[in-house]
């Protein structure tokens, strides 16, 4: 129960937090699409970045979220913002990994054959929309430096 007596659904709770981030990346200027999956219960929401509004050589690319509330309202939540293209994948994880310390890392790879460097990452916050901002300047940053 939570402090309204009201019951806790993780479920519902990331449901929510998902359908926030496809408003925040439907706002953002280098996203042409926005879908969330599956309907009426999100479990990821995937977005097209409009490669042609960077400078940038890839052709097309495709930005992953994935975003799990907690089991309980004060957990940490747990969440992933993907990027996948021809030239290859990287995304930002809040998530324990074996590979780094703490919760936040940046994991890379330059083609799918390749296997994954991983990097400490500290996001200023864990509210969704705000993570949404912060990680889209993290990607125009990261594709235009590639």
């Known amino acids: 129960m939570n402090g309204d007596g009201s019951s806790y659904d993780a479920a519902e ?3 929510r937090a998902l359908r926030s981030i ?5 706002r953002h200027p280098t996203i042409s699409t926005v879908r969330g999956f599956p309907s009426g219960a999100y479990t990821q929401v995937v977005a097209e ?3 042609d509004r960077l400078e940038t050589d890839a052709t097309e690319g495709t930005l992953t979220v994935r975003w799990f509330a907690g089991e309980t309202p004060e ?11 021809d030239n290859g994948d990287f995304g930002w994880h ?14 890379a790879r330059p083609d799918s054959t390749a296997t994954y460097d991983y990097e400490p990452y500290a996001f200023s916050s864990d509210s969704p929309a ?3 901002w912060e990680m889209m300047s993290q990607l125009v940053s990261t594709l235009q430096s590639r």
Do not use: C
């Open 13 to 15: 709770a990331s449901h």
């Open 22 to 26: 496809q408003r925040e990346l439907e």
């Open 49 to 51: 970045v409009a490669i």
């Open 75 to 85: 957990k940490k939540p747990t969440f992933s913002f993907h990027y996948s293209d």
């Open 94 to 107: 809040h998530e324990p990994n074996p590979h780094v310390d703490g919760w936040g890392h940046v994991q």
């Open 130 to 132: 705000r993570v949404v």
